[in-house]
DNA sequence: TTGTAAGCGTTATCAT
DNA sequence: ATGATAACGCTTACAA
């Protein structure tokens, strides 16, 4: 484990040339850089981070918070920012929340101690008067998660309209009884939400209570959706899955209880991923554009980072766009 | 931002009580660490990682080399991992490495900059005399990556074997013809072959080189596969497909193109992953217990950094089964 | 252009 | 049981 003061001394210069050649500093002569580099070379020397951290020089690392990593869409999403990150130069450190605001809170302080240098959330569990006070030890930035509490820049997508795109197809297709599925209360649920009110609003169709369902997030739980509407005395004849995943689970479980779809009950999804396109009917989706919102959420932390952007309440607003296809 | 000095100044205490707090070393009375603790909560202070890890103390951190996080067997496996390694406190450093042999390799600069305590391989191109010179600077595992080379732990599926009860599984169902896909020339890919011709030769069968198929990795993948058996004046009746995604890719378009699966053509796919279970029809594939690799290769980790288990070249071999659905 | 030396915030070794 | 104080490896005034 060799040090500065090692290749100094091997190379016959001070620890100070050799931290200026590290830094690649201006006022180093061309022969005392060879110099420093071949020792570097010669012992396999490579600076300790933790000593340059201490002074202050940025960690070069990033904390992504999702709710859990194996949720095909944030797969995707932290694959888009990974490769953006890593051409600046960036790490990302992992933080799968669980859907636990404990936990969540617990990966602030990677913030506080200074083992990152931002934290992009793009899940959050706790309200943003739990999280603003960590502001003050480093960025902060919401992707895809829309509080209009929170004073820090928000790149997303336009869930309201995501959530109206879906409904008013599904109105078009001749449908008066819309069923509705979410997740938890995120704020990616809530706007989705209002943008089916304000659909079926629109065609002046009063929303049903037994037709929205809640905590609906895997294949299993769209099953179980399906057994729930073949249950009810006055099904819907359309649904709002809110995912691929939740679509795919309630389609199957449709088709080995006979009932057609579409036309026994129509099912769109969300967020286009590949299993929408193999399943039988195709899923009709909606696209996030993964990728896009990946790489412009790590575009807007790295330039805060390098202070060349100043992290204030602002919306960085995404398209959003409708594939219909035949579960419709 | 708040030090150790300052928390000491609170409490009318000298630095090194407050460390003793912090540390919970014995030999420091009761009512001292309550002053203590009160200050530091007062405060809000945080002890400063960096200076911390200059003492040697461990960063908690592991950085864990995949190809691409969006692959659902990685998304999972590192899930699996996550969920692990918060449970002992520690983070996890995702390294996509996009097969890429150099952005392999600087990844190891995590553990010579002493920026992370260990590595796990979950991917690896280089080879290990590349990859050796590192072990020095810190635990470095493999997982699901067989390297008889490598003088390290190496927490595996007994791919041969994968590779083997597959095809052994479509000779039974009376196929001769069976093509083979692989992925690049991992570890993986390579055991995995072993088994097919094994349990083609103990039937007395030659391996067909058109039918031996290369970097193939995804849905789209698959679809080309299936293109390029359909061009075959000599197609093979049945297909050892490497993964579910490129399974699904296959039957996918095998069905688009009106062939019958698997009538006209057997698939077989790899992972378990949900959508073997939700195509039609439903894909026979070889279940690879993605959480239990995943825990297992943790918890050595662990124990590897704390010094209760050396890192020797062991194999740590988990079970692996085939599911049988309908597309063979 | 180069060197000297003072910190950065901890922990650990001595004393006391 | 508690307190000085010397490291840890690096960066950066300040001097030369």
Redesign the interface.
Known sequence: ?YTIKDVALKAGLSQATVSRVINNHPYVSEDKKIAVKNAMEEL?F??????Q??RNVK?K?IAVLVS???N?FF??L??AM??RA?TYGF??????T?IDKA?ELEFF??L????VDGIIMASVENHWSEIE?FTK?GPIIYCNEYDPDATVTRVRLDQVEGGYMGTKHLLEKGHLKIAYCQGNDSSVSVNRRKGYLKAIAEAGIEPVKEWMFRDVFT?EDGRNIFRKIQALSNPPTAVFSGSD?VA?GII?EA?KNSWHVPKDLAVVGFDDQ??A????PQITTINQFTTDIGYQTMDVMIEIINKTRINDAQDIILPIELIERQST
């Open positions: 484990m396999g490579v600076p300790n981070s933790s000593a951290q201490m960690t690392k859990r990593i194996a095909p797969s995707h932290v694959d990974e490769k890593a790490q990302l450190i992992l933080c799968n669980r936990k302080k990677l506080t101690s200074k083992q006070p030890y294949i995943e795919a199957h088709k590949p299993i396109e193999l399943l039988d």
